[in-house]
């Protein structure tokens, strides 16, 4: 299981972009890479997943280079509601337990 | 959407007692899990299932027991809780469509006094 390294926290303001980057050395062919969202006292909500280049939905980028050693989400003009921790996860859901490790995550404070 | 449902957001229980923790998803999906969270050592995978009657444990099952008797229900059982197992608990499933992805429940705030 690929182990991923991200920042324990980051700061931000207030219409600001958010990048947040993930490093995973280990990925294997068949991983992709998964970021959720952690509001205090509730779990883990999906956002936005990827395996190569770059995925954009409402919420999120997800840039990946060629290597896949590592990505990035950018939260394009944050807001207060955006505080929270975020989560990388690199594995093989479609694996036979769909087991993943969840690291320390990213804690997001967003400034007025 | 899936929906994974955690039967008490919040619970307080007496040190000795035995514990259930209970967890319904509504999509027939194989695999379940059980993990823990703590302030600072994040998400820990307690136990999962990836079928009726059949567990495996993850990274820190010491203190815990599991039941899946059916495919919807997934039941985490503290045998003895004591105040080491105050934590959140959440369930999630996974879902195997695009994105695949976990699905989490809304978890299970522990307090064992």
């Known amino acids: 299981l690929a182990k991923t390294t991200q920042p324990i926290s980051m700061d931000s303001y207030e219409g600001q972009e958010v990048n947040i980057t993930c490093s995973h050395n280990n990925i294997a062919t068949n991983d992709y890479i998964t970021w959720y969202q952690q509001f205090p006292s509730q779990g883990p909500r999906f956002i936005i997943q990827g395996y190569k280049t770059k995925v954009t939905n409402e919420v999120a980028s997800l840039f990946i280079p060629a290597d896949r050693k590592s990505s990035t989400l950018s939260l394009p003009r944050v807001s207060l509601s955006d505080t929270a921790v975020y989560y990388c996860?690199?594995?093989?859901?479609?694996?036979?337990?769909?087991?993943?490790?969840f690291g320390q995550g990213t804690t997001l404070q967003v400034k007025p | 959407d899936v929906k994974v449902t955690q039967s008490s957001r919040y619970l307080v229980k007496r040190t000795g007692e035995k514990v259930f923790l209970e967890c319904v998803q509504d999509m027939d999906h194989e695999n379940m899990f059980w993990y823990r969270q703590d302030p600072g050592l994040g998400l820990r995978l307690i136990y999962f299932?990836?079928?009726?009657?059949?567990?495996e444990k993850g990274d820190i099952p010491e203190g815990y027991s599991v039941s899946r008797e059916k495919k919807e229900r997934f039941s985490l059982i503290l045998e003895s809780a004591s105040t080491n197992q105050t934590s959140m608990y959440l369930c999630a499933t996974v879902v195997r469509d695009r994105p695949y992805g976990y699905t989490f429940g809304s978890g299970t705030r522990l307090t064992v006094v």
């Open positions: 299932s990836y079928d009726v009657k059949m567990k």
């Open positions: 996860l690199v594995g093989d859901i479609a694996s036979n337990t769909g087991k993943l490790i």
